[in-house]
C-alpha cells in the first residue's frame, strides 16, 4: 500500500542553525500538507500546498518556514533560524488525487514524522 | 474557528470489551468530514475511520464503528473486541469546508490491559 515517508526520522540541531526536513507523499496525491506536535500536545496544522504554491497557512508559519517541491516527488520544509520552541514531532501529509473520488481531496495521510530537537 | 473537543484525557479497557471514545466539534459548514486518527507510542499518525457529514449511516471499518449524531455535533469511536494492539492516543479531527487544514482534538490516551 503506498505510504508518506518522512526523513530524517529524527533531526538534533544548535539554535540559529538551518533544517530541512523531508517527505515522499503519495506518488499520485495533488495535496500536501506539513503538521506539528509538541510533546504531549494535540496536533497543528502548519501549511497545505497545491498546485506549486501555498494554499493556506497558520500564524505558527512565519517567514522563518518555507516549503518547496523541488521535483516531482519531494516536499520539503525548511526551518531558516531554529528556535528551541521549534522542538516538535513534524508530520508531512498528502491527500487527493486526480481521480477525485468524494472525500479523496479531505482525506489526508500521515508520513511517520520527523522529531526535531533543538538545542 | 472550527473546535474539536475531546473531554477524555485517558481511558482503559480490558482486552476484548468495547470502548467508546467522545469527540464534539463545532461548525457553521454543511459540507464536512471528520476522522479518527491512531497515534501509537512509534508516534505515527494512522488513518483509522472517516465520516462524511451528509451520509447518514455511521462509517464502520471492521471493529472501529462511529456514532455520528450531526444534530448534536458528537462524533464517538466505538473500538469492539479491544486488543492489546489498539493501545494508543486517539484524535479526533475534522476537515471542513473549502479549508484545506484539518483541525485537532486534543487526544485520548487509551489503554488496553490484560
Known amino acids: 500500500e503506498p505510504e508518506v515517508t518522512q526523513t530524517p526520522s529524527h533531526q538534533v540541531t544548535q539554535m540559529g542553525q538551518e533544517v530541512i526536513l523531508r517527505c515522499v507523499p503519495i506518488?499520485?496525491?495533488?495535496?500536501f500538507y506539513w503538521y506539528r506536535q509538541i510533546l504531549g500536545q494535540k496536533v497543528e496544522f502548519l501549511v497545505s500546498f497545491y498546485n506549486n504554491e501555498i494554499s493556506e497557512k497558520s500564524e505558527i508559519f512565519d517567514d522563518q518556514f518555507s516549503v518547496e517541491r523541488p521535483d516531482g516527488s519531494n516536499f520539503t520544509l525548511k526551518i531558516r533560524s531554529t528556535k528551541l520552541e521549534d522542538s516538535a514531532m513534524y508530520f508531512c501529509a498528502s491527500s487527493g488525487s486526480l481521480a477525485g473520488a468524494v472525500g479523496e481531496r479531505e482525506t489526508q495521510y500521515f508520513g511517520p514524522g520527523t522529531r526535531l530537537l533543538v538545542l | 474557528a472550527q473546535t474539536v473537543t475531546q473531554s477524555q484525557p485517558e481511558m482503559s479497557v480490558q482486552e476484548a470489551e468495547t470502548v467508546t471514545l467522545s469527540c464534539t466539534y463545532d461548525?457553521?459548514?454543511?459540507?464536512?468530514?471528520l476522522f479518527w486518527y491512531k497515534q501509537p507510542p512509534s508516534r505515527q499518525m494512522i488513518l483509522v475511520i472517516r465520516q462524511e457529514a451528509y451520509k447518514q449511516q455511521n462509517a464502520t471499518e471492521n471493529r472501529f464503528s462511529v456514532n455520528f449524531q450531526k444534530a448534536a455535533k458528537s462524533f464517538s469511536l466505538k473500538i469492539s473486541d479491544s486488543q492489546l494492539g489498539d493501545t494508543a492516543m486517539y484524535f479526533c479531527a475534522s476537515h471542513t469546508g473549502t479549508a484545506s487544514k484539518l483541525t485537532f482534538g486534543t487526544g485520548t490516551r487509551l489503554q488496553v490491559t490484560l
Open positions: 506518488s499520485n496525491h495533488l495535496y
Open positions: 461548525t457553521s459548514e454543511n459540507n464536512y468530514y
